[in-house]
């Protein structure tokens, strides 16, 4: 009964080890010529993500800690109510 158990424990890391392993690229298609002007719009696309994404993860960090101050107060506010 130990080995079968011992057994499934190991097949569990396996499993999460294949999981978390990253995918192979996949290798990119043979585009026609008339796809390369299309190409320009894409490469001003992928210079402004960096700075979306900083954007994003700061106006979300803003508002975390925004909710964070919200709460510590209203827990402050009902703690002096009950003690009043």
């Known amino acids: 009964m130990s080995k079968l158990i011992a057994a499934l424990v190991a097949g569990l890391f396996a499993a999460g080890a294949f999981a978390q392993a990253a995918a192979p690229a996949a290798a990119p298609a043979a585009?026609?010529?008339?796809?390369?002007?299309?190409?320009?719009?894409?490469?001003?696309?992928e210079e402004k993500k960096p700075e979306a994404k900083a954007e994003k993860k700061e106006d979300k960090a803003a508002a975390k800690a925004a909710e964070k101050k919200e709460k510590k107060a209203a827990k402050k506010k009902a703690k002096a109510e009950k003690k009043a």
């Open 31 to 45: 585009k026609p010529a008339a796809a390369a002007p299309a190409a320009a719009p894409a490469a001003k696309a």
